[in-house]
DNA sequence: ACGGGCATGTAAGCGGTTACATGATTCG
DNA sequence: CGAATCATGTAACCGCTTACATGCCCGT
């Protein structure tokens, strides 16, 4: 359900085509929502089908440009303020990690080391692109804001990973567990 | 694809029934991997055709007692070394803060207070859960150090969180961008 | 003229959820 | 005896991915 309010959202900010709208996620919303472009196609479709976007045929190679309707800018606004937000998580990480004892130690080691250098790659790349938008580089819009809010999140989510993963390279190494020995 | 290898994973420890399984699934691996019953019963089922489980119709009530064959336990060893981590995320509390701008002020502090209030409270379940295993009160198999893990990740991911919460609230209220006024 | 990116789709299949269904056993 | 819980499933449906398909336009 939430990719039909991911998208009626960027519309909300512009009108754009479908094409436009799957390149944008991929660039943006992918990290903390995937999508591809065939979903993002037929939920336009269906977004079209509820009347909460309109789209002109107009551009070159059949481009549709969609643009969001009344009724779809209610529709998101319902969604953030009064639909409970969905706190699943589903994370092939931790799924592993709970069972590391099955692992052997050096494999185990060698998965940290590799799992601290991705969140910390991660890390590197929204900080330089925090920075960018905190020397002023893409404005100061409420959307631009927001996005600098987005970003911080996944600073810190993924600092906190690689500090885990540091963490727990240590703790198998060398257990500080109270009931030791 | 991982519930496979979760499931695999958990008769590495014990072999259990499919309610068994289902009932430590919700209690253990939901918060990070969901899955209902359906599709517990249904995954243990192509196990079986696949031989990676067996199982012996023995227990009252037509209860089946799964357990992992040599073939089974070679498989999750290999998914845990040799595949590739899916590091994707999907997260509706990011996705929505995307669309902050959207909302407005009041309602958003709203938002944000609640937000807070429940990274807290799992950040407060996770720490009692740790607290009780470091003094020992589980034990210290292998197996329960892995979950000890898994809980730390827990705790720092939702403390992160929890702080971003709290930053992003500040943050709308009196801005701090650079390139303000 | 043609190769590559633009732009939009369809189809098959899988993973996952929700609702429904059923019988067995234990407990008060 | 009846209610709750144990225990296992089926069916319908939806979200999503992967692979396939098609035509258009631009640059060289």
Do not use: C
């Amino acid at each position: 359900m939430s990719l039909r309010y991911a998208l009626l959202g960027m519309l909300a900010n512009e009108s754009s085509s479908g094409y436009d709208l799957n390149r944008r996620f991929q660039e943006a919303l992918y990290a903390i929502w995937p999508a591809s472009h065939p979903q993002i196609y037929s939920e336009l479709k269906k977004l079209d089908a509820d009347a909460l976007v309109t789209f002109s045929k107009e551009g070159s190679r059949g481009r549709k440009v969609y643009t969001i309707t009344p009724k779809g800018l209610k529709s998101v606004q319902s969604w953030l303020a009064h639909s409970d937000v969905d706190h699943a998580l589903r994370s092939d990480s931790l799924l592993r990690s709970y069972f590391f004892w099955i692992m052997e130690p050096a494999t185990l080691q060698k998965h940290l080391a590799a799992e601290k250098a991705f969140f910390e790659s991660r890390v590197a790349q929204y900080e330089q692109f925090a920075a960018a938008k905190d020397r002023g580089d893409f404005g100061s819009s409420p959307q631009m804001k927001s996005i600098r809010i987005t970003l911080e999140a996944g600073i810190r989510l993924y600092k906190s990973l690689a500090g885990w993963a540091e963490w727990a390279s240590k703790e198998i190494e060398h257990p500080t567990s109270s009931n030791e020995q």
